[in-house]
């Protein structure tokens, strides 16, 4: 069983759409993240959430969204997409907040034309 | 803010040569460390960690990791490189209190692997 999974693993959209980005993890954890990885291969953490409540919010436009259904899943939703967008999105979860290993998704590496 | 530096973003060696990928920190505390893999189209994975414990931290795939306070470094080595270690190396720091469990990454370095 993957530990943490993201779907779709290929994005392919156009500039100004809107897409949104699944995670789910089944390792029980209360905290997820989503990083940004640019085409430097440079990682940037961008929001966290502990137990469906936002605890990081890095300086990233308002057009990300975050959505944590429950402590299993944290969703990502960008709105008007640019071209500096693209870029691969990781999720990651970690047994909790103050708890130091993260587990990282395969990533899903979105391109916006 | 802590921040890490990885000196040479792209480090080759010879097949069972020796492996040393350089991370420096910085921090007014020492902080928790970490080296991370990333293999070509796939997520991280967690090598090792320092959290104030052994200084000497040994991980997977024979990777190990010596945390030197007075060099403000935590440099990634293994003895003898394999084919297989090819991939993109990331060293990370995590404050010891605060900041909830945000991780800073390097820039992360490129090793390659020749015969």
């Known amino acids: 069983d993957t530990a943490v999974s993201q779907t779709p693993k290929y994005l392919v959209t156009q500039m100004g759409n809107d897409k949104s980005i699944k995670c789910e993890q089944n390792l029980g954890h209360d905290t997820m993240y989503w990083y940004k990885q640019d085409s430097k291969k440079f990682l940037k953490i961008m929001f966290s959430?502990?137990?469906?409540?936002?605890?990081i919010n890095e300086t990233v436009p308002n057009r990300f969204s975050p959505k944590s259904p429950d402590k299993a899943h944290l969703n990502l939703h960008i709105n008007s997409l640019e071209l500096g967008d693209s870029a691969v999105y990781f999720c990651?979860?970690?047994?909790?907040?103050?708890?130091?290993?993260?587990?990282f998704g395969p990533g899903t590496r979105l391109t916006v034309t | 803010a802590q921040s890490v530096t990885q000196l040479g973003s792209h480090v080759s060696v010879s097949e069972g040569a020796l492996v040393l990928l350089r991370c420096n920190y910085s921090?007014?505390?020492?902080?928790?460390l970490f080296w991370y893999v990333q293999y070509p189209n796939q997520g991280l994975q967690l090598l090792l960690k320092?959290?104030?414990?052994?200084?000497l931290v040994k991980g997977i795939n024979g990777f190990e990791a010596e945390f030197k306070k007075s060099e403000t470094s935590f440099h990634l080595t293994k003895p003898s490189a394999h084919m297989s270690d090819a991939a993109e190396y990331f060293c990370a720091v995590k404050p010891v209190t605060g900041g909830g469990n945000k991780l800073t990454f390097g820039t992360g370095t490129q090793l390659k692997v020749e015969l």
């Open positions: 990651a979860s970690s047994q909790d907040d103050s708890y130091y290993e993260q587990y």
């Open positions: 921090s007014s505390v020492p902080p928790y």
């Open positions: 959430y502990n137990n469906k409540e936002l605890i």
């Open positions: 320092y959290t104030s414990a052994a200084t």
